[in-house]
């Protein structure tokens, strides 16, 4: 059983935030991934950007507890590269999923 244990968020810029999340439970590097995922689309949304971009990814485990480090870009319009997110659909998979938007 996955257990949310926090999602933390900085401002460190006008477009950039960091996220660091944490849980136990997880299975996969991608869970860790995706509640630091979560945490950002709901951010994005609250101030009022519709996309973000993964620019850093760092995810460390101790026993079992789960801790992600993230960065990412916010706009207003879809960014290039990869690792994009369209924040109203990530939060709203979030959300069936029962994983925490903050």
């Known amino acids: 059983l996955r257990d949310y244990q926090g999602a933390r968020l900085e401002a460190i810029g006008d477009d950039l935030v960091a996220v660091q999340v944490t849980m136990a439970g997880a299975t996969l590097e991608t869970d860790v991934q995706a509640y ?12 009022g950007y519709g996309f973000a971009r ?3 990814r760092k995810v ?18 879809l960014p290039r ?3 994009t997110i369209d924040a109203e659909v990530v939060v709203s ?7 925490p938007t903050v």
């Open 81 to 83: 590269g990869e690792t």
């Open 93 to 99: 998979g979030c959300l069936e999923a029962g994983v």
């Open 54 to 56: 993964n620019i850093r």
């Open 36 to 47: 630091a995922d979560c945490a950002a689309a709901q951010h994005a949304l609250d101030e």
């Open 60 to 77: 460390d485990q101790e026993g079992s507890i789960w801790r992600g480090d993230a960065v990412y870009t916010l706009s207003k319009s």
